[in-house]
């Protein structure tokens, strides 16, 4: 308890409790959402888990299928990347310290593969330095983007602000080129919005039972 309460009052902390201000924000929206306007809340929760799960360019496309009004959609898929930039970054620092304070194995395994990851990159990023971090952010691959370019400036000693600033701005950078880029086929997107919604959730459901038997049978024979 004493270890939980020293690290509120650290940086990492601050970030971390600036992250959960957002989120409780973000659940505001939500319940707002569901008052006035049940359709809407629909979709945001589509974009929402749809850009958790698959990545931004799968949250955008739902977005423009739904035909989302453009600047609303940039920022609430920005808001939707910043939260998990601001939640997820303070508790990797904690990790690399070996000072985790969340002792839960699917994010432990998590913050492994993003170290991995991070390391890959780590020779060719501190090269190009603040460019190569921000050509990080915008590259659509696995385990690219936000929040492991977090971690990632991190690892390279950039400070926090400097690691946050970078990061935000790219990723800000990136939804507004990739709403631009996807819009090119919005006239598809809309005639085939519903296989599309159904398609990621079906993807979404064989994952999560994928994971459940990888974890409690494999791992049990």
Known sequence: MKKKKSFFRHTEGKILILGLGLLGFFFLLLLFSALFSPRSLQTLLSITAT??????MAGLSIGIAEQINTPFLILFSFFIEAIMV????????????????????PLHDFFERSKETAEKYQPTIKKYGIPGLIFFVLTPLAMTGPVVGSFLGYILGFSHLKTLTTILSATLVAVILWVYLIG??????????????????????????????????????
């Open 51 to 56: 850009n958790i799960i698959f990545g931004r």
């Open 86 to 105: 601001l939640l997820l970054y303070p508790l990797f620092v904690q990790s690399w310290n070996k000072l985790e304070i969340i002792t839960y194995k």
């Open 184 to 221: 090119h086929f919005e006239e598809m997107l809309v005639t085939y919005s519903h296989f599309i919604s159904i398609g990621f959730l079906t993807a979404a459901i064989l994952m999560g039972v994928w994971y459940l038997v990888k974890r409690y049978i494999f791992v049990k024979r």
